[in-house]
Each structure stands twice: as structure tokens, then as C-alpha cells.
């Protein structure tokens, strides 16, 4: 009997795996898995997204307008060159669906956040990884893969998962090293959390040409990651383009109600930005003084290495953590078996995260010395 086939390479594509969400046995658990913000959502987002329950039976505005205006206002762009999508990933898809297919090549960083080489897959181009160097995407290895295949460059700027950054210069040769055939995507999904005065979210790059188009997310500090909404700014051609492919009402008029009202609201923005840039160094710290070592992360998590002995492993740690009621991020997926990833939660989750990690490196350290003794 034959069945229907997907097309060829759809079968090979490894679905995303996300952060896991209950632990059985544990009714509250810490959940510290997916870069979610620690505060929640503004309570003016939730207002004005409660106030569309009533209207649900109209489409939205496909347009987006109102949300593209706020944007443009804010960040002093062209709100025509702004394509909203149900959260970045979708746009990461439609640039892929829309510039790369069959014998095509997508290039990304080793370490370079998952949804890029399944959007490669999935419109049939092949993912090329670009070795790091420190754990940090290396130009010079990403132009080193370039091959006359490539169509995209997908750039984490700073990368889930490391959370580390290349500085504005950087990104500028980048794109100056790039034939100009090629779209270089920078998707900035953590820009609003950097405090680092070189770096570049890469507005000034997308308006300095052509090829280059640079992704944003409400999922971050926005902490609206249940409701679906980012965006692209782009060159005029590639605004059109993705105009094209999108779904006519892509995004929900409770996303446009919440993401327009989360963006007025730059109190509750700033107050999730100076918790991560406290908490998030505290974690780091507190890390080091037990022994475990973090990525100098830009972002609102930290990737923490473990060793590679049994029962002090990253395996391990995450086991013990579970049992704990706390869950993080393993990186196997991501070819980082000995890490696990760490959101920044509020200051009560750090802390019991930091309790839970220094009893695991007592007990893995006592079990070590044991092992050790003649
Ligand atoms: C680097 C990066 N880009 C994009 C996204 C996707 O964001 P969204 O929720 O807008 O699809 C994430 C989410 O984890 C991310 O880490």
C-alpha cells in the first residue's frame, strides 16, 4: 500500500525539542528552561490583551499597522519595511521557504540556535554549521563555508544557546566578506538585554543595503512567548517578499493588542532589563565559586559546563536538579552534552538553583574523594 511521501529531506529534519514544563511528583517546579523573562508580562499587555476577547470573531488587522507604527516609532524605522510574524521563528521559516530550496545551502554557527537548520531542512535546503571559535560565531570560519550554494546566513547575535556576541565590527565584516547574492539574517532576539556598547541589534546594516534583515521577538523581554510575536526589519525588496509568503492575518489580534501595549510600556521593560543585569552576573558568580563554569553570556540565561566524570556530569546535574522541582536545559541537541542551560529566573528561583547546584558539587566532589581514596 503507498502512502503519502513528504518531499525528500522532510524525514531527516530532528524536531524541536523544548523546555519541559511539569516534572512528575513536583505540583510547582522552577522552571528555568527556555529563556522565558523572569517578571512575566507587563500588566498593560495583559490588559489589552484581555480586551480583544470580545472581538475575537474578527480577523485581525493583517496589516499589523497600528503594531508597525509603534515600532517604527520607537526604533526610528520605516514601518513599511517592518513584517510582523506569529513570533520570529515563523519569519526565520518564511525567509528560508522564500529564498533557499533544493540544492541550496543555509549557513549557520555550530552552536547557532536550532530553528535554523530545521527551516533549512524543511524547505529543502541543506544546513552548513560554521565551526566557533570560544564558543562564539567566527567570521572568518562562516566565510570560510561560504560556497557558491549559499543563499542564507543565520546569525544569533548574542546566540541562543551561549549566549555570547560578535561586536558590531564584526557583523560588518561579515556582511562586507558576503557575496551580495546572499541574505544575511541577524536575528537579535535577546538585543534588548545587551549592555555591551559595541554591539549591534544590526538596524544600520539592514539600512546600509540589500541583503541584509534583521529579526526581534516579543518572546524575551517582552516575556509574551505564549502569544507568538515578532519581527522583521528589512530592505524594501525583502519586505515584500515576505508580504508575499506570510499568511494573510499571521498574527492574532490579541498579539498586536499585547505586543503595542507591551511596547508603550517602557517602565516594565527597563525593570525586566536591570533584574537581568543584576541577577544574571550574580548567577554567573555564584556558578564559578562552586566550580561550575559559565559562557560570558550577554543574554537572560548562562550556559554552564560540567565535567565529563559520571555523576558529576551535566546528566547528573540536570537529574538532580529534577529532583529538585528545578528544570533547565540540557544541550545535547545542540552538541553540547557537558552544559546545561540556565535561564535567569526571579531572585528566590536563582537562589534555590544555586542551593540545589552547591549541594550536587558537594555530593559529586565527596563521591569523587571517595572513589580517589586507596
Ligand atoms: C536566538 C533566538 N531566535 C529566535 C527565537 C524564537 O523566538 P520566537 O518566540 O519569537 O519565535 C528564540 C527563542 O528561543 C531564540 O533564542
Not at 147 to 154: A, I, M, V
Not at 184 to 192: F, G, H, Q, R, T
Not at 224 to 231: I, K, N
Given at each position: 500500500?503507498?502512502?503519502p511521501?513528504?518531499?525528500?529531506?522532510?524525514?531527516e529534519?530532528?524536531?524541536y525539542v523544548?523546555?519541559e514544563s511539569?516534572?512528575?511528583?513536583?505540583?510547582?517546579v522552577?522552571?528555568?528552561?527556555?529563556?522565558?523573562?523572569?517578571?512575566?508580562?507587563?500588566?498593560r499587555?495583559?490588559?489589552?490583551?484581555?480586551?480583544?476577547?470580545a472581538?475575537?470573531?474578527?480577523y485581525?488587522?493583517?496589516?499589523?499597522l497600528?503594531?508597525r507604527?509603534?515600532l517604527?516609532?520607537?526604533?526610528g524605522?520605516?514601518?513599511a519595511?517592518?513584517v510582523?510574524?506569529?513570533?520570529?521563528?515563523?519569519?526565520?521559516?518564511?525567509l528560508?521557504?522564500?529564498y533557499?530550496?533544493?540544492?541550496?545551502?543555509?549557513?549557520?554557527?555550530?552552536?547557532?540556535?536550532?530553528?535554523?537548520?530545521?527551516?533549512a531542512?524543511?524547505?529543502?535546503?541543506?544546513?552548513?554549521?560554521?565551526?566557533?571559535r570560544?564558543?562564539t560565531?567566527?567570521?572568518?570560519?562562516?566565510?570560510?563555508c561560504v560556497?557558491?550554494?549559499?543563499?542564507?546566513?543565520?546569525l544569533?547575535?548574542p546566540?541562543n544557546?551561549?549566549?555570547t556576541?560578535?561586536?558590531?565590527?564584526?557583523?560588518?565584516?561579515?556582511?562586507?566578506?558576503l557575496?551580495?547574492?546572499?541574505l544575511?539574517?541577524?536575528?537579535?532576539?535577546?538585543?534588548?538585554f545587551?549592555?555591551?556598547?559595541?554591539y549591534?541589534?544590526g538596524?544600520?546594516?539592514?539600512?546600509a543595503?540589500v541583503?541584509?534583515?534583521?529579526?526581534?521577538?516579543?518572546s524575551?523581554i517582552?516575556?509574551?512567548?505564549?502569544?507568538?510575536?515578532?519581527?522583521?526589519?528589512?530592505?524594501?525588496?525583502?519586505a515584500d517578499?515576505?508580504?508575499?509568503?506570510?499568511g494573510p492575518?499571521?498574527v492574532?489580534?490579541?498579539?498586536?493588542?499585547?505586543?503595542?501595549?507591551a511596547?508603550e510600556?517602557?517602565g516594565?521593560?527597563?525593570?525586566a532589563?536591570?533584574?537581568n543585569?543584576?541577577?544574571?552576573?550574580?548567577l554567573?558568580a555564584?556558578l564559578?565559586?562552586?566550580?561550575?563554569p559559565?559562557t560570558?553570556?550577554v543574554?537572560?540565561?548562562?550556559?554552564?559546563?560540567f565535567?565529563?566524570?559520571?555523576g558529576?556530569?551535566a546528566?547528573?546535574a540536570?537529574?538532580f536538579?529534577?529532583?529538585?522541582g528545578?528544570?533547565v536545559?540540557?544541550?545535547?541537541?545542540?552538541?553540547l552534552?557537558?552544559c546545561?542551560?540556565?535561564?535567569?529566573?526571579t531572585?528566590?528561583?536563582?537562589?534555590a538553583?544555586?542551593a540545589?547546584l552547591?549541594?550536587?558539587?558537594?555530593?559529586?566532589?565527596a563521591?569523587?574523594?571517595a572513589?580517589?581514596?586507596?
Open positions: 500500500m503507498s502512502a511521501q513528504p518531499r525528500p529531506g522532510i524525514l529534519i530532528r524536531p523544548g523546555g511539569h516534572l512528575p511528583g513536583h505540583d510547582r522552577i522552571k528555568l528552561a527556555s529563556n522565558e523573562s523572569a517578571l512575566g508580562p507587563s500588566p499587555a495583559v490588559a489589552a490583551y484581555r480586551a480583544t476577547a472581538t475575537m470573531h474578527r485581525p488587522d493583517g496589516d499589523a497600528e503594531l507604527q509603534a517604527g516609532a520607537r526604533y524605522l520605516d514601518p519595511r517592518i510582523c510574524g506569529a513570533g520570529s521563528d515563523e519569519l526565520i521559516h518564511f528560508c521557504r522564500a533557499a530550496g533544493e540544492g541550496d545551502e543555509v549557513l549557520y554557527t555550530r552552536h547557532g540556535f536550532a530553528i535554523f537548520p530545521i527551516a531542512q524543511a524547505c529543502g535546503a541543506r544546513p552548513v554549521a560554521a565551526a566557533e570560544d564558543l560565531a567566527s567570521v572568518d570560519e562562516l566565510l570560510a560556497t557558491p550554494r549559499t543563499k542564507l546566513l543565520f544569533a547575535n546566540n544557546p551561549t549566549g556576541y560578535i561586536p558590531a565590527d564584526e557583523v560588518k565584516r561579515l556582511r562586507a566578506g557575496r551580495e547574492d546572499i544575511l539574517v541577524l536575528d537579535s532576539a535577546y538585543a534588548e545587551v549592555g555591551a556598547n559595541d549591534t541589534a538596524i544600520e546594516l539592514v539600512d543595503g541583503n541584509t534583515v534583521m529579526t526581534r521577538t516579543f524575551k517582552y516575556a509574551m512567548g505564549g502569544v507568538r510575536l515578532g519581527w522583521a526589519y528589512c530592505p524594501a525588496p525583502v517578499v515576505l508580504n508575499r509568503v506570510r492575518f499571521n492574532s489580534s490579541a498579539a498586536l493588542a499585547a505586543g503595542k501595549a511596547l510600556d517602557t516594565f521593560a527597563a525593570l532589563r536591570r533584574h543585569d543584576y541577577w544574571r552576573p550574580w554567573a555564584e564559578a565559586k562552586i566550580g561550575i559559565t560570558p553570556s543574554a537572560n540565561f548562562v550556559l554552564a559546563r565535567p565529563t566524570t559520571p558529576s556530569d546528566a547528573a540536570n537529574a536538579l529534577k529532583s529538585h528545578i528544570i536545559r540540557a544541550m545535547g541537541g545542540y552538541h552534552p557537558d546545561l542551560r540556565i535561564t535567569v529566573g531572585g528566590d528561583e536563582n537562589q538553583l544555586v540545589a552547591t549541594e550536587f558539587q558537594a555530593k559529586a566532589n563521591q569523587a574523594s572513589k580517589a581514596a586507596p
